[in-house]
């Protein structure tokens, strides 16, 4: 692997020492996390300079490709041997990884940024919280709708009280990937890799907006009734790695071989918050039609509000005294984010969040202030998770543990 000079994203030759990533994992949020510090030095410029020093796998022959695309200057198969070499450890790697490298590189003081879910179980995240408590390095967890312009305006006008007393949340996280039982099996679809399946790899999203959106205003999640259903229960093997992230392969399965899914394709569940609002939340990989379709709405005693990410650039709001909703377009240059894009009415996508994740971690890493999402949110997140499947085991509602 030559080394680069290109793969530091300096602001205009500043001077200060860019902050140097480590990244485990180089496939979908590999591309998204990176493509997000390319980004930095153009529209956020007062983010850090980032070295995207060295990106971390297993297959060195697709590491070596992966590192070329996504501009690292070398690659490492052992990510023990380079945490304490980064100031911040990307954990991009399938669920089952993202406890022991998070954990060892906030042991050894490096900042950390894990995707979500935090972990596969509510137990592995409670450790990763306490390894984050315990370190002076920032953990954070990657629940990028948090930083979507429109979900942040939302929470402005709740936090206003735009909406009044809190009723009622609903979110729905809907996708059709895996509806053709010929879609290879992958880590996701495993209860030991990736601890559930569209409950955490979806609804640990929808739970997070609910708890980022609704905040100290319902009092929080007190118990929970939860549902989850498999409908396929074996998927072909692909000839690829057994990790591999079937919406990343071309899905071709090469053999006979099947491996069974022991994980949930769909879930719902009911919240009862300590306020007396109601939750309603679902997910599912078999809502054919549904790409990436994830949706939240609040109604309050004086209004109400809707967001889906298919239309993300909008937010739908209903005010006291109006007879219907009305649809605000948030891209105004005093709306989040926006003023580091285009004027207004030039909308931005999906990776945009990403950008602005990255943005705000990066300059929490470079002034040591605070960041969230952190690891304790990750973890809230994980508990209600648990709940949920715990409920649905047992066919009753439960606390939150
Ligand atoms: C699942 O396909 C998935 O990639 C999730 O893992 C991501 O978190 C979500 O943003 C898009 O869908």
């Known amino acids: 692997m030559s080394n680069r000079s290109d793969t530091d994203d300096t602001n205009d030759g500043d001077s200060e020492t860019p902050v140097s990533v480590g990244m485990l994992g180089y496939r979908f949020m590999g591309y998204a996390h990176a493509n997000a510090l390319a980004r930095l030095p153009m529209f956020f410029p007062d983010a850090p300079a980032i070295s995207r020093e060295v990106l971390i796998g297993q297959d060195e022959a697709a590491l070596d490709a992966a590192a070329d695309r996504l501009g690292f200057s070398r690659t490492a198969t052992d990510w023990e041997a380079v945490i304490d070499e980064v100031d911040v450890l990307y954990n991009l790697g399938p669920n089952h990884l993202h406890a022991e490298p998070s954990i060892s590189a906030l042991e050894a003081g490096t900042n950390v940024f894990c995707e979500k879910p935090l972990a596969p179980t509510v137990e592995a995240a409670d450790r990763m919280r306490a390894a984050a408590r315990d370190s002076e390095a920032i ?56 601890g559930s399946g569209a409950l955490g790899d979806l609804g640990a999203h929808t739970i ?102 298919e239309r993300l650039n909008e937010l739908e709001v209903l005010r006291e005294g109006n007879r219907g909703y009305e649809t605000i377009s948030v891209t105004d240059e005093g709306d989040p ?65």
């Open 139 to 194: 953990a954070a967890c990657g629940f990028n709708y948090r930083f979507v312009p429109a979900i942040r305006y939302a929470r402005g006008l709740i936090e206003a009280g735009e909406l009044g007393e809190i009723r009622h949340v609903r979110g729905q996280y809907l996708q059709d990937g895996w509806v053709d039982p010929e879609v290879p099996w992958s880590w996701r679809l495993s209860e030991e890799l990736a």
């Open 208 to 309: 997070d907006l609910v708890r980022y959106l609704l905040g100290g205003r319902v009092g929080g999640i007190e118990r929970v009734s939860g549902h989850l259903a498999t409908f396929v229960e074996e998927r072909p093997v692909d000839g690829g790695d057994e990790s591999n992230d079937t919406t990343d392969t071309d899905g071709d399965s090469a053999g006979t071989e099947t491996r069974s899914v022991t994980v949930d394709d769909a879930y719902s569940a009911q919240l009862a918050f300590a306020s007396g609002a109601m939750g309603t939340v679902e997910a599912s990989r078999f809502a054919t039609g549904h790409k990436n379709d994830h949706t939240i709405a609040v109604h309050g005693s004086t209004g109400s509000l809707k967001f889906s990410l």
């Open 337 to 401: 984010y926006m003023e580091a894009w285009w004027p207004p009415g030039h909308v931005i996508g999906w990776e945009h969040t990403f950008v602005h994740e990255n943005s705000e971690f990066l300059s929490a890493v470079a002034g040591g202030n605070e960041f969230r999402p952190s690891f304790e949110d990750g973890y809230e997140v994980q508990r209600v998770l648990d709940a949920i499947a715990r409920s649905d085991e047992r066919g009753e509602w439960v606390p939150i543990e």
